[in-house]
Structures are given as structure tokens and as C-alpha cells.
């Protein structure tokens, strides 16, 4: 589908973390069409509501304000989802791109009554069973199903993703298109091999809840620290257990070692973590984990910006890191994860190794190539 000249809406709920959501947004933006980006933020956020922004050729023309976002889910959700429909019903549009189910639900409405051409839903994550209350679960389910039949194209990450919604719900996938993951090379700071290999330093990239095994890894540091006497674990992000990791660290007599720096916007991630030495995803193993079936954003930046990885065996690309290799793939434990960042600091042949495949991996992953392709395997 060539989309210059059309009117194009993405609508996605969102984070202050950098995602799908934002690098589709990014990409819409320097196309030559009209594009509005529509953004509810998730209850947990720091940001204060929903907001339309409308663009022509990248330049922001005009921004509608919608409502704050709300502590009870079943009003924020409701709300999000009229505030679509009372956009879409007043601007007509040629594609309408929603990234989770309830802007799906949106979509699909509008194209049922005109006020879209064409209608994408964008499958992000995926989980066997999403809530423990069968009756929201009941709900979300329904609304997955309705977006993944009768949306125009399904943009999902992975195979792995592709297979178990259509086992679940029992369809062909006939409009299921693989939309990896990507990153923005462009926004990647210069660095050496020769100035990577001086650096002791990890770098863990993650929202800070008990689910992320940010805990595993500072747990693991006090035998990294035996071996590797100068390491250093920096984290980068922030999140409600936060002050619990930082209690932990220093617990444990680790603040001179482990570095908690919060929240980075994209362009200085990019510009800051290129120069350090390795990077650490210690995805806790439960299938019902979404990023068993996702294509996660972090380990593809990691490994863009040149820093092997230690990855637990969890996501589809824990396989890619292994097989070339471009790091250690390890089981959620401190002694493996331990083991495994003390041989790609101390190991510099073997780290070399995997910084060449690392770079020679993503450097085909362009957000403008993947998006670009996606586009063009839209009919009409």
C-alpha cells in the first residue's frame, strides 16, 4: 500500500520506555502522507493522558488533548476507547494502525462504519492466559480474536506468535504478516572494538518490577566481582521496585558496583551505550511471560550498538545470540548468569567474535526497511 498523500491514524497505549509504538510513529512521521498519533498512556506511567497529534510531512499541525488517565483499568480502558471513536467518526481516514486489542476494537468499529478504508492491527505481545479473572480474560480474548479476523493485516512479531494465536483461535492467519522488530542504526554512536575492550561494565536496560530478574543479576555480581575485580552493573530505567533493588544492592555492599541510572530518552541510549562492554536480559523462564512469544526491543538495540549479550533462553532471539554467537544464552540462575558475564568480560578473542556477528546481525534490522516492506505487502 502507498501511503503518500493519505490520512494515516496509529493509536497505541504507551510507556516513557521507547517501543513499537513509537518507532512506528517515528517512521509515519517522516513519511509524505497526513498522520495523526493517537497515545493513551498505561495507568502505571508518569504520563498524564490521552492526546491526539496531528502531523503533515513530519510537522506538527495541531494537538487535541483527551482525558487523564485513570487508576480504575475498566474506566480508562472505556474512555480510550471512545476517545478513538469519537476521532475516527470526525476525521475519516485511509489506514487505521492499532497497536494492542482495544484500539483494534476501535479500528475494526470505524471500518465498519466508513470512517477507515483500512484497518491494521499491530500484536505486540501474547500470552496463553492474559488475566486471572476469567471474565476479563474472557473479554480480552473475545476482542483479540475479533481485531486478528477482521482486521485488514495483522502485524505480529514472531513466528512463535504467529503459531500459538492462530492454534488458539483457530484461523488461517491469511492476514498475518511477520513485522519484526527493528531499530533506528542511524541514531547509533560511533564506537571502537579497541575502547569496548578496556570497559568492564554491564549494561541492563529494563522497567523495574520483580518481574524483569533485575534482583537475579545483582544478586549474581558478588561472584562476578570475584573474578572480575572492577566490574561494573549499570541500569538504566526506572519502576516501582526500584528503591527494593536499591535496598538489595546495597544490602549486599554493592553501591560502589552496581549503578542505578534511570530513565534515558532514546538518543542518549544511543549515544551512551555503545561505549560500554556487554549487555545483560535475564528474562525470567514462564511461557506465560509475553516475551517468550515477543520479539523484545532490548536485546536488538544491545546488540546494535555493539554489546554481546547474556540472555537467559527465553525469547525467540536467545536462539539467533546462540547460534552465531553474539553473547552466552544461560538458565535463570545466579551461577550460570554469573558464569556467563565473567567469560565475555575477561575473554576478549571470544567477545570480539560475538561483537562482529552482533553487528553484522542487525545491520539489516532499519525500522525503515522492515516498515517499509510491511507496508508494501498491504493489498489496495
Request: with cysteine.
Amino acid at each position: 500500500m502507498d501511503i503518500k498523500g493519505k490520512r494515516i491514524i496509529e493509536a497505541g497505549h504507551v510507556t516513557e520506555v521507547y517501543g513499537p509504538v513509537q518507532a512506528l510513529r517515528n517512521y509515519l512521521l517522516k513519511q509524505q502522507c497526513e498522520f495523526t498519533f493517537i497515545s493513551h498512556p498505561f495507568s502505571y506511567t508518569g504520563l498524564e493522558g490521552t492526546k491526539a497529534e496531528v502531523y503533515e510531512n513530519g510537522a506538527l499541525k495541531t494537538t487535541k488533548t483527551g482525558h487523564k488517565k485513570s487508576v480504575n483499568l475498566l474506566i480508562q480502558w472505556t474512555k480510550d476507547f471512545f476517545f478513538n471513536l469519537g476521532y475516527g467518526f470526525k476525521n475519516k481516514c485511509d489506514f487505521f494502525m492499532a497497536v494492542d486489542n482495544l484500539n483494534g476494537l476501535s479500528a475494526v468499529v470505524l471500518k465498519f462504519f466508513g470512517r477507515a478504508e483500512k484497518t491494521g492491527y499491530y500484536v505486540i505481545d501474547h500470552m496463553d492466559r492474559r488475566f486471572k479473572n476469567p471474565v476479563f480474560n474472557f473479554f480480552y480474548e473475545t476482542l483479540d480474536y475479533i481485531c486478528l479476523k477482521y482486521s485488514d493485516t495483522v502485524w505480529i512479531l514472531s513466528e512463535r506468535m504467529a503459531d500459538a494465536k492462530k492454534k488458539k483461535f483457530k484461523l488461517k492467519g491469511n492476514n498475518f504478516q511477520i513485522v519484526p522488530v527493528g531499530i533506528e542504526l542511524d541514531k547509533v554512536d560511533k564506537f571502537s572494538e579497541s575502547e569496548k575492550l578496556k570497559e568492564k561494565t554491564m549494561v541492563l536496560m529494563s522497567y523495574l518490577d520483580e518481574t524483569k530478574g533485575v534482583q537475579l543479576m545483582i544478586d549474581a555480581m558478588e561472584s562476578i566481582l570475584k573474578e572480575v575485580t572492577n566490574a561494573q552493573l549499570l541500569i538504566i530505567g526506572t519502576g516501582p521496585y526500584e528503591n527494593a533493588l536499591k535496598e538489595q544492592a546495597k544490602r549486599l555492599n554493592l553501591e560502589n558496583s552496581v549503578k542505578f541510572l534511570g530513565l534515558m530518552n532514546h538518543s542518549e541510549l544511543f549515544k551512551y551505550i555503545p561505549h560500554r562492554r556487554i549487555s545483560i536480559a535475564p528474562y525470567i523462564d514462564d511461557k506465560n511471560n509475553y516475551t517468550w512469544y515477543a520479539d523484545p526491543t532490548k536485546p536488538k538495540e544491545y546488540l546494535a550498538c555493539g554489546l554481546p549479550m547474556v540472555i537467559t533462553d527465553v525469547p525467540w532471539v536467545a536462539e539467533e545470540v546462540r547460534r552465531r554467537p553474539m553473547g552466552i544464552v544461560c538458565a535463570y540462575n545466579k551461577e550460570e548468569l554469573a558464569s556467563a558475564c565473567v567469560k565475555l568480560l575477561k575473554d576478549d578473542i571470544f567477545y570480539s567474535v560475538c561483537l562482529k556477528n552482533a553487528l553484522n546481525f542487525t545491520s539489516e534490522l532499519s525500522w525503515e526497511s522492515i516498515y517499509g516492506k510491511a507496508l508494501n505487502g498491504i493489498k489496495g
